[in-house]
């Protein structure tokens, strides 16, 4: 899939603010292929419909199956408050281990 962004290389200032107009978040979803991490549509609409995403892969597979969910309703269905939801784990997620990327990388550069 064009433009994905892999789990190691998603920064924080990338993900659409889960609390503001999120503009952009259906282009966010599709850096991140559910399909091809799930496996199939049937294995990624169970991560999404399941409720109980806890990795940064699957917060993304279930943000990208709402993505196809949204499309392919037409609009119909109202996705935006799981999409701030799964925004705002994802969003927390990869500021955490932006922490503990810059923790680990101070106390190497310390002299001992």
């Known amino acids: ?6 789990n190691s290389q998603l920064k924080a200032a990338q993900i659409p603010d889960p609390d503001g107009n999120l503009r952009g978040w259906v282009h966010f ?3 991140f292929n559910g ?3 799930a496996g199939s549509l049937e294995a990624c609409a169970a991560i999404a419909n399941g409720g109980k995403a806890s990795s940064l892969s699957e917060l ?3 943000l990208f199956f709402e993505a196809r ?3 392919h309703s037409g609009g ?3 996705v935006t408050p799981t999409v701030r939801e799964l925004l705002r784990q994802i969003k927390a997620m990869v500021e ?8 680990k990388k ?3 550069a310390e002299p001992r």
């Open 29 to 31: 979803a599709h850096s």
């Open 96 to 103: 955490q281990q932006e922490q503990s990327g810059r923790s």
């Open 1 to 6: 899939m064009e433009g994905e962004i892999s």
């Open 76 to 78: 119909y269905t109202d």
């Open 60 to 62: 993304r597979c279930a």
């Open 69 to 71: 969910r949204d499309r």
């Open 106 to 108: 101070s106390s190497s």
């Open 35 to 37: 399909y091809e991490f």
